[in-house]
């Protein structure tokens, strides 16, 4: 039975690739989603002397996933001419402040809420320098300057109301997706980006590129068929093994 | 094949957002309409192996998170001022800026509007096309022979017989810090709400309010082209998600052959 298992776990590996690349094209409509990709492990070869250590590591890991690994590679930025969509120009996250602690998101589809806050659009308030960010409700308009400099218009001229940063990390790629646009620092600690810009107006839209997910699409599905072939003649194999040299 | 669970999520998605769309198209042409925009948020993510965690010998720098599709975090209006267009009706009034018209409703309640092609009933009352009186109300008296509304929202009326014009109101505004919060009722309407904010009421012209433009109307926000681009974009996504149910499919039919 030994060439079935390890091929079985390929097929698993295969079910996972194309669930993370649904996931990618499920999202290509959300702002700033960054797309995943997976990385699979090498074979690790049997090792024939391996009578002799514990039966956990004599298992062999064949075709496993080893990784699922986000691109922070830039969307592409779809001008909206509303002020308060803000794509960040470089590296780098906007600060949210949320229940469980400070969440970090590229997604800059902002609104208002009834206190003039500047939230996301479930609510979750954008962090300034010196937390929310409160507009004035006598503003006639809103600007955000690429340094993040936020200023509201009003009939007795203009009038600072905050200043929005834009935090990076060491490694972004260790951060964790938890949904909602939003990502986790996990243990890594935030620092203030002195490169990126804020461009006010604009969308970044997800980095997923359809025609390369339908060719993973196509890739993962025909391994997948693959494995089967290998499956049914290791079957086929066995049958003779057992039907055919038994009876000699 | 969970995957084509995910998939659907993103099927779904792309169908709000073209109905969002459709609506924006449908009513390019409606008179002080605001375009709606949809927008969507990853799903949460399973976690089968926590970046940083450790693997005995090495912290593992990334993980394995698969997430689990994308769901709409909102489907709101932008409104942005729409394009004026000069017509010759003397009730036609655009709101240059912000705020909104103030409708009294037949039960009594207060909705809101941006569309400002008003019309006269028999009494003389300022009202919609439907025959709602504006708030506050205003009439204008049987022997006039025009009326100007000023960009503050005065309105004057001339008597026929000569004289000087005579003040007979003043239009009044309300605005809303948050107008993406306002409910939409239909027939360019809109309803307060918790979400809106505190209504403020002006006449135009004042702080944060908009002036009046009499023989005016303002026209839709949709830009065609946009919403065209945007619509392929949705039609394509909507074909890649089927895609990855079709593949999910293809690999089950496999499964279902690994027996003879």
Same mark, same amino acid.
């Given at each position: 039975?030994n ?6 776990s ?8 194309l ?14 989603y960054k797309r ?28 496993m996933?080893?990784?699922v690994i ?18 960040i120009d ?9 229940p ?9 589809n ?22 929310s960010i409160i ?11 690429s ?6 218009r009003t ?16 490694v972004?790629e260790?951060l964790?997706?938890?949904g ?12 203030v980006?002195?490169t ?9 839209r ?10 993973a ?19 086929e194999?066995l ?5 055919e040299?038994?009876?000699? | 094949?969970r995957?084509?669970?995910i ?15 459709a609506n924006?198209?449908?009513n ?6 605001k375009?709606?925009?949809a ?25 394995i998170?698969? &997430?689990s599709?994308?769901r ?16 010759d009706g ?7 800026g ?7 409703l ?5 909705v809101?509007?941006?569309?400002g ?9 300022i009202v ?9 109300p205003i ?5 006039t022979e ?8 005065i ?7 000569? &004289? ?11 605005r809303?810090?948050?107008p ?8 360019n309407?809109y ?5 809106a904010g505190?209504?403020?009421v ?5 702080? &944060?309010f ?16 946009e919403?065209?681009?945007n ?11 089927s895609?990855a149910i079709?593949t ?10 690994l027996?003879r």
């Amino acid at each position: 039975m030994n060439p079935i298992y390890p091929i079985l776990s390929g097929m698993l590996a295969q079910e996972r690739r194309l669930e993370v690349i649904s996931n990618n094209i499920a999202n290509l409509g959300t702002p700033a989603y960054k797309r995943d990709f997976v990385l699979f492990s090498g074979f690790s070869p049997v090792k024939r002397e391996a009578i002799d250590i514990p039966p956990v590591e004599a298992t062999p890991t064949f075709g496993m996933i080893d990784d699922v690994i986000t691109d922070f590679s830039i969307g592409p930025i779809q001008v909206t001419g509303e002020p308060l969509d803000l794509a960040i120009d470089g590296t780098g996250f906007f600060a949210i402040e949320t229940p469980q602690g400070t969440r970090y998101t590229r997604s800059g589809n902002f609104t208002l809420d009834p206190e003039g806050k500047i939230v996301t659009p479930s609510g979750f308030p954008l962090l300034g320098e010196g937390g929310s960010i409160i507009t004035p409700p006598e503003a006639e308009s809103i600007n955000i300057d690429s340094t993040g400099k936020v200023v509201a218009r009003t009939s007795a001229g203009l009038l600072e109301v905050g200043l929005i940063p834009i935090y990076e990390f060491a490694v972004q790629e260790r951060l964790k997706k938890i949904g909602n646009n939003f990502y986790d620092a996990v243990d890594q600690q935030a620092t203030v980006s002195l490169t990126a810009a804020i461009r006010s107006g604009s969308l970044e839209r997800a980095n997923v590129n359809a025609p390369e997910e339908l060719v993973a699409m196509i890739m993962a599905s025909r391994l997948y068929e693959t494995s089967q072939r290998v499956i049914r003649s290791a079957d086929e194999m066995l049958g003779y093994a057992v039907n055919e040299v038994g009876r000699l | 094949m969970r995957a084509m669970y995910i998939a659907a999520t993103g099927l779904a998605a792309q169908q709000l957002n073209v109905e969002v769309i459709a609506n924006n198209l449908a009513n390019v042409s409606t008179i002080g309409f605001k375009r709606g925009i949809a927008n969507f948020q990853d799903l949460l993510y399973q976690t089968l192996k926590a970046p940083g965690s450790s693997n005995g010998t090495r912290t593992l720098p990334v993980g394995i998170q698969v &997430g689990s599709g994308v769901r709409p975090e909102s489907a709101h209006r932008i409104f942005t001022q729409g394009e004026f267009r000069r017509t010759d009706g003397e009730f036609d009034i655009a709101i240059e800026g912000r705020g909104f018209f103030q409708v009294a409703l037949d039960d009594g309640s207060i909705v809101f509007t941006r569309s400002g092609a008003f019309e006269l009933d028999k009494d003389g009352n300022i009202v919609t096309a439907e025959g709602n009186s504006i708030e506050p109300p205003i009439s204008i008296p049987a022997d006039t022979e025009s009326v100007t509304i000023s960009p503050t929202g005065i309105v004057e009326a001339l008597p026929t017989g000569g &004289g000087a014009a005579v003040q007979v109101g003043t239009l009044q505004l309300a605005r809303f810090i948050n107008p993406a919060g306002l409910i939409s009722i239909g027939r360019n309407l809109y309803q307060e709400s918790l979400g809106a904010g505190e209504k403020v009421v002006g006449a135009p012209g004042d702080p &944060g309010f908009g002036r009046t433009l009499q023989k005016t109307v303002e026209w839709s926000n949709v830009n065609i082209a946009e919403e065209m681009i945007n619509m392929i974009i949705a039609q394509r996504s909507y074909e890649v998600n089927s895609k990855a149910i079709q593949t999910g499919d293809d690999m089950l039919g496999v499964v279902n052959t690994l027996k003879r």
